[in-house]
């Protein structure tokens, strides 16, 4: 009876999709309903929770250091995005080259960064990144003779470290996303190109790029929230969730000294909607405009 | 076969896996050490978490004197050391949700707020404060308390003052028994700046121990007589401008971790990049433990005053130790508290394992025990702490903590002080700002 109930051809799919639909069901739906419920709420643990309507969102909107961890995140995003798309593509198009010497040695170093901890490579780039003189980048610097940087005070010189961070880390791994889907690419439209006198750049630009668009579209729906969704990393830099005038806070990063550090789950949640908010948005009109919605023809 | 082989190994590491969750929530990450002082087989074994290593070292003394004294209620300690952000956030959430709480914990004063709002899930201490009432410094009970119950043991008084660094300054042919006021300050610091091209102290960024002691010489403090917020009154502006002003003239400047209590700035001062910290008494075993390269050269005083006659110090910083409503053994953890921190021997055992100044004043007068020739801070300083402690007995004003505390903290500390010291923002229009910041928040 088990037997046949498994191996009927129309229960199968669903018993196959089963686990997935249970795990959104119960680590999306239910606590995304749930969050939504709490930001109308004044909610601190171990107290009485409060029904307080629109106000965790109205303080929101008046709410200075939330518009900068917004900017932050914003300013993040966009930067890991202009770093972590084209460079990655260009070093799978190269590793991807036959005539690439030491290929697989660069596929492992590239990737190698990805399998360190955030935690671990945080401090270090802290380090590397510190203000006095014996610090790594400040001792290099000094050979050009620039004095020492205050790296982690100031706005730009603290995005430089944190997208430096990014890059070191992710290169590798979207690099991986690039390379897949070059194999998908069949040689025969590059012969064709080369028969028909193509240049390397026309054959990049014309063949390449379009057939890596979904592969495209895919790294950038990913980086999208990655950058939004930021936390662990500014933290570590910062050691801390208080970076100097807030330079490191980001929008995950707000919604834990809210809920977390001060106690204020209500307010926390507002925050998180407002992320969910931000990051569809951003997504859905990428993907629409990069023609996801349409149907194959 | 094959397969079987695979399907064992997955079972294994899953099972693994799991036995790694199943760990006891008790440790929590951070360091862990279990410290038996000596206890038999039935001791009752609680946990304490803390922020700062050396705390534990006090607890270790006290331990093995706990369980030789009451020898049917022994105690095992199980001490876990977190960083001071990680172990208040973890706290915080444990305590509110009754789950994975330790028995004992160290909540820093700036913190301390907090765990007091609403229905407070730490056990009133009361009881066992009593016996010691009349001998400890009443304020600095207050400091852990609402309504009337006591929540917190504190550590020490915490009386700010001025470390120096006499040779740096007998470079500069300056003798630091002469600085009285923040002028004469001034000028043995523009004196060092041109003899060494070293600077006489810290403009801190990141913590307000130099803004306190300020505003404590003016009499006034970050809220007012009803608790509420007001850091841009015009004595901090007064503050702020005197400092800000010795900046301008070389004599302090900011330094990498923003305070002369962070692991970059102890790197500084050890190799002598600056000749002064201003701090609670505490510092000291930060000397002792982290800057040895200093011993013999540090000499103690009062702190600098706008005026002459102003008080010279303010209690900074601290410590309440708690129990938590979900202690197993909730009258063990209080007794034992109560031992370990306000008891006459607790209280010489702080003086001489950590270099605090106890809040039993009764010990500052104990010459064996204050001047011992043998203990480790009589031996790094120049001159002895305690006669610098009984000269400002009288004066050591205090700072309130309050529920707007820790907000006003975090603004001060993230974003006023940095924009006044790292970008020279006016500093009237900062602390406005940071006012309106505050009470936003506070909203």
């Known amino acids: ?297 | 076969m094959k397969q079987r082989w695979f399907i064992v190994l997955v079972a294994m590491s899953m099972t693994l896996a799991l036995f790694g969750c199943g760990q006891s929530p008790k440790s929590m990450g951070g360091q862990t050490s279990v410290l038996d002082g000596g206890a038999g087989e039935g001791a009752t074994e609680l946990s304490y978490w803390t922020f700062v290593e050396l705390h534990g070292q006090h607890f270790e003394k006290m331990l093995g004197k706990w369980n030789e004294a009451n020898q049917d209620r022994q105690i095992k300690l199980n001490v876990t050391v977190m960083p001071y952000d990680d172990m208040h956030n973890k706290l915080s959430i444990a305590v509110q949700t009754g789950v994975g709480a330790p028995d004992i914990a160290d909540i820093e004063l700036g913190k301390f707020p907090d765990f007091l709002a609403g229905t407070p899930q730490l056990v009133p201490l009361n009881d066992v404060i009593d016996p010691y009432r009349d001998t400890i410094v009443k304020s600095r009970v207050d400091l852990y308390s609402k309504d009337g119950q006591n929540y917190g043991v504190p550590t020490h008084v915490g009386a700010s003052v001025a470390f120096y660094n006499t040779e740096i300054l007998e470079q500069a042919d300056v003798d630091y028994k002469t600085i009285e006021t923040w002028e004469d300050f001034k000028q043995a610091g523009i004196k060092v700046y041109e003899a060494t091209g070293k600077y006489m102290g810290t403009a801190d960024t990141s913590a307000t121990w130099q803004t306190s002691m300020l505003l404590a010489q003016q009499g006034s403090d970050f809220t007012d007589e009803a608790s509420k917020p007001v850091v841009n009154s015009e004595q901090m502006v007064k503050g702020l401008t005197i400092l800000k002003d010795l900046q301008d003239s070389n004599v302090l400047s900011t330094i990498a971790g923003g305070q002369p209590d962070t692991e970059e700035a102890y790197g500084e001062f050890n190799a002598g990049n600056y000749a002064t910290a201003f701090m609670p008494l505490w510092q000291m075993s930060r000397y002792t433990n982290y800057m040895k390269d200093l011993s013999g050269k540090i000499a103690i005083a009062p702190i600098p005053v706008i005026e002459k006659g102003m008080p010279r110090s303010v209690g900074g910083g601290g410590t309440g130790t708690v129990v938590t409503k979900t202690a197993k053994d909730i009258q063990l953890a209080k007794d034992f508290l109560a031992f370990a921190k306000l008891s006459l021997d607790a209280n010489k055992e702080i003086w001489n394992t950590l270099g605090f100044d106890p809040v039993n004043m009764d010990v500052w007068d104990m010459k064996d025990v204050t001047h011992n020739p043998d203990n480790q801070f009589v031996q790094y300083f120049q001159n002895n702490p305690f006669d610098v402690l009984n000269e400002l007995k009288g004066e050591i004003q205090l700072i309130k903590s309050t529920s707007a505390t820790p907000t006003i903290n975090n603004v001060l500390c993230t974003v006023t002080l940095n924009e006044i010291f790292e970008d020279g923002r006016d500093i009237k229009e900062a602390l406005d700002a940071a006012q309106a910041q505050i009470e936003q928040e506070l909203k």
């Open chain 1, 1 to 297: 009876m088990i037997k046949k109930f498994l191996y009927s051809q129309k229960v199968a799919p669903y018993v196959f999709v089963l686990p997935f639909i249970l795990v959104f069901l119960f680590f999306w739906v239910y606590p995304l309903g749930s969050s939504f419920g709490m930001s109308f709420q004044k909610i601190q643990l171990g107290q009485e929770a409060s029904w307080v309507g629109f106000s965790n969102y109205e303080k929101l909107m008046g709410d200075g250091v939330f518009l900068k961890a917004v900017t932050n995140s914003a300013v993040y995003m966009v930067l890991t995005l202009a770093v972590l798309i084209p460079f990655p593509m260009l070093f799978a198009v190269l590793i991807n080259n036959k005539f690439m010497w030491g290929r697989d040695f660069f596929k492992s170093s590239f990737f190698f960064p990805a399998l360190t901890s955030v935690v671990v490579a945080g401090t270090i780039f802290r380090l590397m990144f510190g203000e006095m003189e014996g610090s790594l980048i400040n001792s290099v610097l000094a050979w050009f003779g620039i004095g020492p940087v205050k790296f982690l005070k100031g706005q730009v010189t603290g995005f430089v470290a944190l997208v430096s961070l990014a890059t070191w880390r992710w290169t590798g791994v979207n690099m991986l996303y690039f390379l897949a889907g070059l194999k998908n690419i069949p040689d025969e439209y590059y012969e064709a190109a080369s028969i028909d006198g193509a240049s390397s750049l026309q054959k990049f630009t014309r063949i390449t790029m379009p057939l890596l668009k979904p592969t495209t579209i895919y790294v950038l729906t990913i980086s999208i929230y990655a950058g939004l969704a930021m936390f662990i990393e500014s933290m570590m830099l910062w050691n801390g969730n208080n970076s100097p005038k807030n330079i490191g806070l980001t929008i995950v990063g707000y919604l834990y000294r809210q809920g977390i550090e001060k106690n204020n789950l209500g307010y926390a949640a507002a925050v998180g909607i407002v992320l969910l908010a931000i990051t569809m948005v951003i997504n859905l009109t990428q993907l629409a405009f990069s023609g996801m919605f349409k149907k194959e023809e």
